[in-house]
């Protein structure tokens, strides 16, 4: 048996040292991506931009959050926004592939043409899925923005939504695009695409196969059968209770009238209801954990801002994009917690795991909300929110202002833990 037999067992990278190694590939692409994006070619015109923003733009892309202080669009020539996708593009390819690879059965990884194999099939997935929504995308950006402008944006928002990046070309997100249905269409799809994660892809393609070739193993697995329904009844959820928050106003005008710190509302249409509920929807969508948004963030209630802020702590799934704890981990809880009231017996190990990482979210956001209270004047509620909004790397924001350097520092170290650990704690589960 020779080295490049490609049957041979991969011995020489266990679970551990493909954990550093994502590691390092995340910390590294910060590093390059902040001295790439300090270059002049990188900057528009005139334009100048310090180390620490340098750095928290790139630390931003390579954890997928999405979070900015400089507006991309306008600080960065076209080269800059290259680097900036190529770095999420780079992280989304490294953080599918090792976590496929650890959910990938371990008679399955053992040998090296089968480890090849798996790579090859992330990144054909990946890519085609990201070309498919530009294409699809190509028409959105309206009338006056040239062939290869179009191009241009349609490939780097593919990017940043199946990648759950949230960065954006746009100053507003895509407010401007509200009333756009490729908005919904496209964009939406592409987030929960990213989300789910690869193995989901990949069990749903087996599942179809067998079920058009009329074989017996055409049932899906668990694992997709579970996140498949948690995502469902998130993003049903999420609706239901987005939409009731943002019609809040006119259920409390209804009942008390207008008072002095409420003015009087227009009256309710049906189109109100209908942008209303398309709001919602794309906001449950996005706040796990893509953070784009069509709706202006100083409009979203406090009721709604609550919301997303408990849908952006479960985030997407294992094996996808998505920052957050995962929808299996909340999935896993709530059946143990049902399980015990019934008296019945649980996966003790799994159980574990998933107290561990909700845990250790808990505590990243509670630590970084504490540091921000402690430097920012602002309200307790935006600053959780932002707190949320980095260790979960959704990227929504609901700041007033900007960032003091202190801030940005707890900040960046929040988005690079929400990243990395819960690879490590995966591989400390599988290990």
């Not at 590294?28 to 310090?50: E, H, V, Y």
């Not at 009329?214 to 609706?239: I, N």
């Not at 999935?331 to 143990?336: E, G, H, N, S, V």
């Amino acid at each position: 048996m020779t080295l490049l037999d490609p049957e041979q067992p991969a011995r020489s990278t266990p679970l551990r040292v493909r954990a550093v190694t994502v590691v390092m590939l995340i910390a590294g692409l910060i590093a390059a991506g902040t001295l790439l994006l300090k270059l002049p070619f990188a900057l528009a015109p005139g334009m100048t931009l310090t180390w620490l923003d340098a750095l928290f733009t790139a630390a931003s892309a390579a954890t997928l959050t999405g979070l900015t202080v400089v507006e991309t669009a306008s600080r960065f020539s076209a080269i800059g926004q290259t680097i900036i996708a190529f770095i999420m593009q780079a992280s989304g390819l490294g953080v599918m592939i090792f976590a496929a690879f650890l959910m990938t059965p371990r008679e399955e990884s053992e040998t090296r043409g089968r480890v090849a194999r798996l790579v090859r099939a992330v990144v054909a997935s990946m890519l085609l899925i990201e070309l498919a929504g530009a294409v699809l995308m190509y028409p959105l950006w309206g009338d006056g923005v040239t062939a290869a402008d179009r191009i241009g944006l349609s490939l780097f928002h593919s990017v940043s939504a199946f990648c759950n990046a949230g960065f954006t070309l746009r100053g507003d997100s895509l407010v401007s695009y509200r009333y756009a249905p490729l908005a919904h269409l496209v964009v939406a799809p592409l987030i929960v695409l990213g989300g789910l994660g690869f193995p989901v892809h990949a069990d749903l393609r087996r599942a179809a196969a067998a079920k058009l070739q009329k074989r017996t193993d055409a049932s899906l697995s668990r694992h997709t059968r579970l996140v498949l329904c948690t995502t469902a009844g998130l993003y049903l959820c999420g609706v239901a209770a987005l939409a009731a928050a943002q019609l809040q106003p006119y259920l409390y005008e209804r009942l008390y009238g207008a008072t002095e710190n409420r003015r009087e509302l227009p009256p309710l249409t049906l189109r109100d209801l209908g942008t209303t509920a398309a709001d919602a929807s794309f906001m449950s969508i996005t706040s796990r954990t893509a953070g784009f948004n069509t709706l202006p963030m100083d409009q979203i209630e406090p009721a709604a801002r609550f919301t997303l802020m408990q849908l952006m702590f479960v985030g997407g799934s294992p094996g996808g994009t998505a920052g957050g704890v995962k929808t299996t981990t909340v999935a896993i809880l709530f059946l143990a917690v049902v399980a015990v009231l019934r008296g019945r017996k649980t996966d003790d190990a799994v159980v574990r795991a998933a107290a561990v990482m909700f845990v250790g979210f808990t505590a990243l956001i509670g630590v970084t909300t504490f540091l921000l209270c402690l430097i920012e004047p602002y309200p307790f509620l935006n600053l959780a929110f932002e707190a949320v909004s980095a260790a979960t790397n959704t990227g929504l924001s609901l700041r007033e202002g900007g960032y003091t350097a202190m801030s940005r520092c707890v900040l960046i170290a929040a988005m690079f833990l929400g990243r990395v650990g819960p690879l490590v704690l995966l591989t400390v589960a599988r290990a």
